[in-house]
């Protein structure tokens, strides 16, 4: 079975500065807006090539955040507004 939805991450998850989180969850389409981020510098490569991702992931707390790049790449149904990030 493939992963197609998150709809809660629970306390204590951090997902650090590997980059590529949900890289080729090609099913995947949410995820649930609980995610810790302390610490978390990188989401380069985060939705890369989830396809059919397309979650309101605009609660997240990217303050610390500084490299965003190929985060949606091959990814070309998310449209959603991510204009509440900081």
Not at 29 to 52: E, P
Request: glycine share 10%; net charge positive; aromatic share 16%.
């Amino acid at each position: 079975m493939k992963l197609t939805s998150i709809s809660a991450f629970g306390n204590g998850l951090r997902i650090g500065n590997s980059g590529g989180y949900f890289n080729g969850c090609s099913n995947l389409t949410t995820v649930g807006n609980d995610l810790d981020m302390t610490g978390t510098t990188i989401l380069t490569n985060a939705f890369y090539a989830a396809s059919k991702f397309n979650g309101n992931i605009s609660a997240w707390n990217v303050s610390a955040v500084t490299n965003f790049s190929y985060m949606f790449y091959n990814n070309t149904l998310f449209n959603q507004p991510l204009n509440t990030w900081n």
